[in-house]
């Protein structure tokens, strides 16, 4: 129970932080990476103030406890292998971005002050991610 | 246009770094939303009560902050369907690439992951590349 109090605490600032910073809107997303037109620089604000932030944050963390308050121990990505799936998952995710507007972390709290497109983003988005799980569980399918 | 909002954006970017802090120390997770869409996406995973209480609050605060008066500027500038392909890019994307802006950009980059480095660094030049080539290319 306590550790879906502190993620629901987690998320109530987390979506304050995306409606505040402007990552939430898509025009204000796009300005950013549109240096030769209507360029908007504040995204680089809502990135640098997030990074360090966790940063030093993390930092405290790691340096100081052996565990999480909550659970017995930090749950960190054990992959750190840099390949082509990587890359090129990144790279599309990069174009979808830049067509849509939307991230995933910034279309979730939208959801909140902007349901109606916010809704099929996401929804299109789920699809796009149970189109790639299908992808990818195909090759061993055809194994078995 | 949008109007430049540097204290805004960095007072939201604090919010969102401290979310990810807060959500290390209490209960040892990334604040990767691509993961924390497998709180709808994996209902039945020993993971997704926790990861649905993020989403609710994710969604929540925002409204509860329009309640107390506050407004947030919103704009999607482009079609339904550039919404709706743009979205199933994305959700493509994010599962091949095992992350997003919070989950790469925020959370990776902090613990200094070479892995989320690289991820980052090229969605970010791929973005950059799609939003000049749509408007100055394409519809330039």
């Given at each position: ?25 898509p ?16 995204l ?101 | 246009?949008t ?6 954006a ?99 980059l ?31």
């Amino acid at each position: 129970m306590i550790r879906l109090l502190s993620a629901l605490a987690a998320g109530l600032v987390f979506g304050l932080g995306i409606a505040v910073s402007g990552m939430g809107n898509p025009a204000k997303v796009l300005n950013f990476f549109d240096p030769f037109g209507t360029w908007d620089p504040s995204l680089a604000f809502v990135m640098g103030g997030a990074l360090v932030t966790t940063l030093i944050g993390y930092r405290a963390i790691f340096g100081r406890w052996s565990a999480p308050l909550f659970d017995t121990r930090f749950h960190l990505p054990a992959v750190n292998t840099i390949d082509a799936r990587l890359v090129g998952g990144a790279a599309l995710f990069g174009v979808g971005w830049g067509i849509s507007g939307f991230c995933p972390g910034g279309a979730i709290p939208a959801l909140g002050f902007a349901p109606w497109p916010t809704t099929l983003f996401l929804v299109a988005m789920c699809g796009g991610i149970l189109l790639a799980r299908w992808l990818q569980a195909l090759p061993r399918r055809r194994i078995a | 246009m949008t109007e430049f909002t540097p204290w805004a954006a960095l007072f939201g970017g604090i919010l969102i770094g401290l979310a990810a802090v807060m959500l290390m120390a209490f209960n040892g997770r990334i604040a990767g939303m691509t993961a924390m869409l497998d709180g709808v996406l994996e209902p039945k995973s020993p993971d997704a009560p926790w990861r649905l209480a993020f989403l609710t609050g994710a969604i929540l605060a925002p409204l509860a902050a329009m309640g107390f008066g506050a407004e947030f500027a919103f704009d999607a500038p482009v079609t339904g369907a550039a919404l709706a392909l743009g979205g199933v890019i994305v959700g493509v994307g994010v599962s091949y690439g095992s992350g997003c802006t919070s989950g790469h950009g925020v959370c990776g980059l902090a613990r200094l992951s070479p892995r989320s480095a690289v991820a980052t660094a090229t969605f970010m030049a791929t973005t950059f590349a799609t939003v000049t080539v749509l408007r100055h290319v394409i519809g330039g």
